[in-house]
């Protein structure tokens, strides 16, 4: 009876405690980091904020969304980093509170993905800032908004 349990015990930890795997291998080198935010640095950005871009649950197919208030006047830039290597898989998309998409680092014309987004507001507004899969079941990774005045 104790053997039956024990193996009970280690498939269901095998099925169950596995299924966690891709989440763990989501990681952005912390050098691949320092570096992109030296760059923006050097072209007189300054980081507002970073985003932790993942799933909202497991198995599911959306990731986190966030509210961004941006200035009128200032250029922005979005810098995103992919686990599966620059923004490959993470479409980016800014869209304004009616739902237009102002900007966004994905192209489908061409369907080819651009690591960043540049532009300048024309309007000081809170804005949707939204990250979603494309062909990916294990895409994760982190973005950075900085800023610049262009008064």
Do not use: H
């Not at 053997?3 to 763990?24: E, H, W």
């Not at 007189?44 to 200035?71: A, H």
């Amino acid at each position: 009876m104790k053997i039956f349990l024990f193996l009970c015990s280690f498939f269901a930890f095998m099925a169950f405690g596995t299924s966690d795997a891709n989440a763990q291998r989501c990681d952005i080198d912390s050098m691949t980091q320092v570096k992109v935010l030296k760059d923006l640095s050097k072209k007189g950005y300054r980081l507002s904020k970073s985003y932790r871009v993942q799933r909202t649950c497991r198995g599911c197919n959306n990731f986190r969304n966030y509210t961004v208030i941006m200035t009128k006047g200032n250029t922005y830039t979005l810098m995103i980093l992919s686990s599966e290597g620059g923004a490959k898989s993470i479409i980016a998309s800014f869209k304004e509170t009616k739902g237009t998409v102002i900007a966004s680092n994905y192209d489908k014309n061409s369907k080819k993905f651009y690591t960043s987004i540049t532009f300048q507001c024309n309007k000081t507004a809170p804005y949707y800032l939204n990250f979603m899969p494309k062909n990916s079941t294990t895409s994760c990774g982190v973005a950075f908004l900085a800023f610049k005045r262009t008064k």
